[in-house]
């Protein structure tokens, strides 16, 4: 039974007192936030025809781009949560932004196509996917049997694995590639990618990021080049939603789904106010919610970081006196404004209304399904994982403890990969 003395105890007036502040702060930061959110469009809108020749479309006031096409639905129909989010002098609508003038910006004249927008990096490692247009697949890593001329002939098993928000193949290819056994070298072929939108993977400004456009990428670039009839699947956070996608259309071929962390909620709704909440505390998810409530700051964000990212690159170089950089830091800027707003929105938020069927369908194939998660994952509650194994129950669910969203991996990369190497060899066999 609670006393009076531990009910007023010196710590729990700390920790009330500590949440009551952070609320507050909050609560007057993202006031300050919306302003500016309102400010930076109509100062987009005015730049960008000056620059560009038109003004850029937003999802301000829940009309124009935002709106989905007549006749498309499912997975390739844009997410609510692009109009739906909260912004106090969004909804008043009290600024009317008129256009600067009618025709060509003379930053333009004579150019039939502009290949990228003013606010995104021109540097040769981020547009080199425009070089090769005919042929505009995803970047691969691939990671081939190593096998001599005298060994027996077995068959190939192949494994495509699929990153998670603003990262790339080179996760993979410094965790698990690294890692892998003698016998899983000589068996297994692996497909380490760059979705699109991210990487070097083509970041087109035409795309809306939706899952049916990520699922047909990967067909192009993976599933049908390679004639790939049976294939194991590995996918880290967002890459979750991706991939169950994929293995539902995919289902006859699919022999595992080994889920790292997997963002499953029930809507868009409940996707965005759970996994990027309006928060000054901690640091990770006050950035989170910027990039994800605020489409004109989170491009203001892209355009300091991402467009200079080969300044901050030699910046940090110069402190640090590395001549390498972490793999997390340059997948951290490979990507535009674009291709992370819409990818967060149409494929984490998005996507949460389909996994409850792309669940269904694999359990009807009897797919195997293994989810792994650290147990203080900051990102994505750990509630999902368990919400997934309730939704079915052939869900195999392992939490790792005292690991978080990514040293569930980072932190034990051998370890992980001898499960997934456990995982495939009981499928195979």
């Known amino acids: 039974m609670m006393t009076r003395d531990s009910a007023f105890s010196p ?3 700390i920790s009330t007192i500590s949440e009551t502040s952070i609320c507050v702060a ?3 930061v993202f006031f300050m936030l919306d302003i500016l959110d ?4 109509v100062f987009f809108r005015f730049f960008d025809e000056f620059v560009e020749g038109k003004s850029s479309s937003c999802y301000c006031v829940g009309t124009g781009k935002g709106e989905n096409p007549a006749g498309v639905d499912g997975e390739s129909e844009l997410s609510e949560s692009l109009n739906r989010r909260k912004n106090v002098f969004r909804k008043m609508r009290f600024l009317i932004t008129p256009k600067i003038r009618s025709g060509e910006s003379p930053f333009c004249v004579g150019k039939t196509k502009r290949r990228n927008r003013w606010s995104d990096c021109g540097c040769e490692s981020c547009v080199n996917w425009i070089n090769n247009e005919i042929d505009s697949r995803l970047h691969l890593l691939i990671n081939e049997p190593e096998r001599e001329n005298n060994s027996p002939e077995t ?5 495509v694995l699929i990153h998670g928000f603003l990262s790339s193949s080179l996760f993979w290819e410094e965790t698990v590639f690294p890692n892998l056994s003698e016998n899983a070298k000589q068996n297994y072929r692996l497909f380490a990618v760059d979705l699109l939108g991210f990487g070097k993977s083509p970041k087109p400004s035409d795309s809306f990021y ?3 456009d990520h699922v047909e990428m990967l067909e192009k670039s993976i599933i049908l080049p390679f004639k790939l009839n ?12 991706i991939a169950l996608a994929l293995a539902a259309k995919y289902s006859d071929s699919v022999k595992s789904i080994t889920l790292v962390a997997p963002p499953y909620f029930s809507s868009s709704k409940e996707a965005l106010t759970r996994l990027v909440r309006r928060r000054v505390w901690p640091p990770m998810l006050f950035a989170s919610a910027l990039m994800s409530w605020y489409e004109h700051l989170g491009r203001c964000v892209c355009f300091v970081i991402c467009r200079h990212h080969r300044a901050w690159e030699s910046i940090y170089k110069l402190l640090t006196r590395k001549r390498d950089l972490h793999f997390t830091m340059i997948d951290l800027t490979r990507h535009t404004h674009h291709s992370a707003w819409h990818t967060m929105h149409n494929v984490v938020c998005g996507g949460a209304k389909f996994l409850d069927t792309y669940l269904e369908v694999l359990r009807g194939n009897g797919v195997q399904i293994r989810v792994i998660q650290g147990s203080n994952d900051q990102v994505v509650p750990v509630e999902c994982s368990f919400n997934m194994k309730m939704k079915d129950a052939d869900v195999e669910i392992d939490i790792i403890p005292n690991a978080d969203h990514s040293s569930v991996i980072l932190g034990r990369a051998e370890d992980f990969t001898r499960n997934l190497e456990r995982l495939w060899a009981s499928i195979d066999d």
């Open 26 to 28: 909050s609560a007057v």
């Open 210 to 212: 939706t899952l049916t």
């Open 155 to 159: 068959t190939v098993q192949n494994v």
């Open 11 to 13: 710590g729990k007036w």
């Open 38 to 41: 309102v400010i930076m469009c």
């Open 230 to 241: 049976s294939f194991h699947l590995v996918a880290h956070s967002m890459g979750c939603v």
